[in-house]
């Protein structure tokens, strides 16, 4: 029998992409382990030297558009959070604090994207750590600290350029928009393996900024 493909979900509390993707990889994760692990977006983009969505003018407001009607389509309640972008470190130390179980990124997310609450404090989260029994001096603990930047050069080290990512394998598949892409290529590697998919692979650049 054919070992089903190594299943991991790069994420961050600031994006209300993730916030709508978590729901279809709570699903998933039904069906077949999937990895969870949250990551700090502003870091990759460091890294890539790219700028977010939401500190370019015009996209921004774009960006808070689209996934608005998106969570409309999907009939999954949103409402912004006092301020965005905003510092999710505190959030996503509390993921790590409480284990990263299914429980949490439920109730981080519910508070930060269904309730449209601040997240951006250990004194912001003081409610959903004490809904999810943390102790709120687990937020300043170096272990937690150590997990999340370790997973974030995890990410890094498997190509991960933007939020959410799921990583098939060790094909990676960025977007909420995209999960429908993502399943089909689960259950049926040969999608990717036609000749013009492999022929993407080596595309040459015939311009450089």
């Not at 500190?55 to 969570?71: C, D, M, S």
Request: proline letters at 8%; aromatic letters at 10%; charged letters at 20%.
């Amino acid at each position: 029998m054919t070992t089903p493909p190594t299943l991991c979900w790069y994420f961050d509390f600031i994006s209300p992409f993730a916030y709508l993707h978590w729901r279809k990889i709570r699903t998933l994760a039904t069906q077949q382990p999937v990895e969870l692990v949250p990551i700090l977006f502003a870091a990759v983009l460091n890294a890539h030297g790219q700028k977010g969505p939401a500190e370019i003018p015009g996209k921004r407001e774009f960006t808070y558009r689209h996934v608005l009607w998106q969570a409309r389509r999907e009939g999954i309640a949103l409402r912004f959070p006092p301020a965005h972008p905003f510092n999710p470190i505190p959030a996503l130390r509390l993921c790590i604090a409480a284990g990263t179980t299914p429980a949490a990124i439920d109730a981080i997310y519910r508070w930060i994207w269904a309730e449209g609450r601040a997240a951006d404090s250990a004194e912001a989260l003081a409610p959903v750590n004490a809904a999810l029994g943390v102790d709120p001096a687990m937020l300043a603990n170096e272990t937690v600290k150590a997990t999340l930047r370790s997973n974030t050069d995890a990410a890094l080290g498997a190509g991960v350029f933007g939020v959410p990512t799921l990583l098939v394998g060790d094909t990676l598949f960025w977007g909420n928009d995209v999960h429908a892409f993502a399943l089909e290529a689960l259950h049926d590697p040969a999608l990717l393996d036609d000749a013009e998919m492999r022929r993407i692979a080596s595309l040459q650049v015939a311009v450089h900024r």
